[in-house]
């Protein structure tokens, strides 16, 4: 019988603490920005970039960084992918 209330109390206290850690969505409302060569860029910190995938051909990219004012910024773009060669 205790073995029944120590597992209920635990899976009661578990729950509580998942609603109060903040996910990525919650906490990063930030909007995807689609690159264009007449965007004037500001990058002071980059945060993080997508892999680029082993393909030969145009693939799309993303990258997350700040601003000079410390702003989050999410960048969509295309780049080559790395699985060309020229022989």
């Given at each position: ?62 990258m997350e ?9 999410i ?13």
């Open positions: 019988m205790k073995a029944l209330l120590v597992l209920a109390l635990s899976s009661l206290c578990a729950s509580a603490m998942a609603d109060e850690i903040p996910t990525d969505v919650a906490r990063n409302n930030v909007p995807v920005e689609e690159y264009t060569y007449s965007l004037h860029l500001d990058i002071a910190k980059v945060i993080s970039m997508s892999e680029v995938p082993s393909v030969c051909e145009v693939v799309p990219a993303r960084y700040e601003d000079s004012t410390g702003q989050r910024h960048l969509r773009y295309s780049v080559m992918g790395n699985g060309c060669s020229n022989g």
